[in-house]
């Protein structure tokens, strides 16, 4: 068992991002429809972000449907929307209680107009709160975003209000989905990929990695610890030498 009191009382990852996967596998385990995977799934996405708020962790960033998650059969599609818009209608309330500021990534142009009402609404509605940001990405993709970015700093240097000279890593992060977001510090796995999947490329540039064979509709309050407890084990090194952070610590 993880020793929860050592956790808390240790170093939080400050963004915390996940990829929650194996929803489907989990249904396919119990001969159910994926869809009872995802509902499952959302159960557990209520526990970790109450765990993350509860822990005082300041970012938690999850990737709830992928820019390629659009090919997947309509139906599976729909039962993911409706499942989307059933949390943010039944979570603002508990959202408020709890402090939390509600944040999305991804192209928002690609959801049905209701849902991204329904986002933007709940943006608004927690946008003064100031614990746990939220973030969830939402027809999201890394590589696409990037190229997003690019053309929108082509179109600012071609309009002259910015120099092309200017343009460094700083710069570049504030044209991302995720600007005014740090970069994640540890980025979870579910059900045994090892894999990023086009998450976050630019932002996990040194973020600690984990990966469990857990499925996601059973990852539960001890894994979030236990994850947590090896990423408060690991040495971050940023590219200099374990002495040189012995020094600075
Ligand atoms: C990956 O499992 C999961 C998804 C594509 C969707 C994630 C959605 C949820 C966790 C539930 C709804 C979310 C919110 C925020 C309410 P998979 O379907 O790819 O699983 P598989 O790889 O086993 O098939």
Known sequence: MTDVTAVATGKMPHHLAIIMDGNG????????????????????VRMVVTECSRLGIAYLTLFAFSAENWSRPTAEVSALMNLLKKYIQSEVPRMMRDNIRFNVIGNRGDLPEEISRELEEAMAFTASNTGLTLTLALSYGSRQEILHAVGRVAADIAAGRLSAESVNEAVFADYLYTAGLPDPDL???????????????????????????INWPDFNRQELLRAIADFQSRERRFGLTGDQIKARS
Request: no cysteine; aromatic share 12%.
């Open 25 to 44: 596998r989990w249904a396919k385990a119990r001969m159910l429809p994926r869809l009872m995977g995802h509902r499952k799934g959302a159960e557990t």
């Open 187 to 213: 980025l979870v796995r579910t059900s045994g990929e090892m894999r990023i999947s086009n998450f976050l490329l630019w932002q996990l540039a040194y973020a600690e990695l984990y990966f469990t064979d």
